[in-house]
């Protein structure tokens, strides 16, 4: 989606990775657009029935699969709502922010996926063709996942009592970057 909105406004060379481990050949000259969620819970949810229906953006809601409420097993630590948590909280903390990007940028989804203005204003870019615009979901964790409340509980616990931490070595300013 970020990608579509970045390509409306004018900018051709993007590299659009979910891995963050991918070495950047000039940092210097790079503007780095970090994308997450405020809401980590509901971007767990949303994988998880993003797994399900394998549609992770939506973009006409008239064709959404119906799905039948399902549960999530959420209480082991392999479960599969424990491997996504571990997941995103990896994948937030890993990424080096501390290289000499030229410009590092974050952008939640919740800031822009009704105002796509949002993101023209915030790089100073002018929109030059129409994009084709994503739209939020109508499937909802609360009507689909029947063990949600269960799933938040899991969460909240995991928040206070896991301590996740950076795989990456911070910036050191002696390497050739």
């Known amino acids: 989606m970020l990608c579509n909105i970045l390509r409306s406004g004018g900018v051709t060379d993007i590299l659009h990775t979910h891995d963050c481990f991918f070495q950047v050949e000039n ?18 949810m949303s ?13 006409d809601n008239t064709n959404l699969k119906t799905i039948a ?9 392999d479960s599969e709502f424990q491997q996504q948590y571990g997941w995103h909280k990896w994948y937030i903390q890993s990424h080096n922010l501390d290289l000499p990007y030229c410009k590092v940028e974050t952008f939640y989804i919740e800031d822009f996926v009704n105002d796509y203005e949002f993101i ?25 996942i029947v063990n949600h409340e269960q799933c938040k509980e899991i969460f909240d616990y995991l928040e206070v009592t ?9 910036y050191d300013p002696h390497l050739p970057y």
């Open 162 to 170: 896991e301590k996740f931490t950076p795989r990456l070595k911070p």
């Open 47 to 59: 994988c998880l029935i993003g797994k399900r229906t394998n549609i992770f953006n939506v973009y």
């Open 27 to 44: 940092p210097k000259s790079t503007v780095l657009i970090f994308s997450a969620r405020r809401d980590l819970f509901r971007s767990i």
């Open 120 to 144: 023209y204003k915030k790089l100073d870019l002018v929109k030059h063709k129409e994009v084709v615009e994503t739209m939020e979901s109508t499937y909802r964790y609360k009507d689909l």
């Open 69 to 77: 409420p399902f549960k999530i097993d959420c209480l082991d630590h």
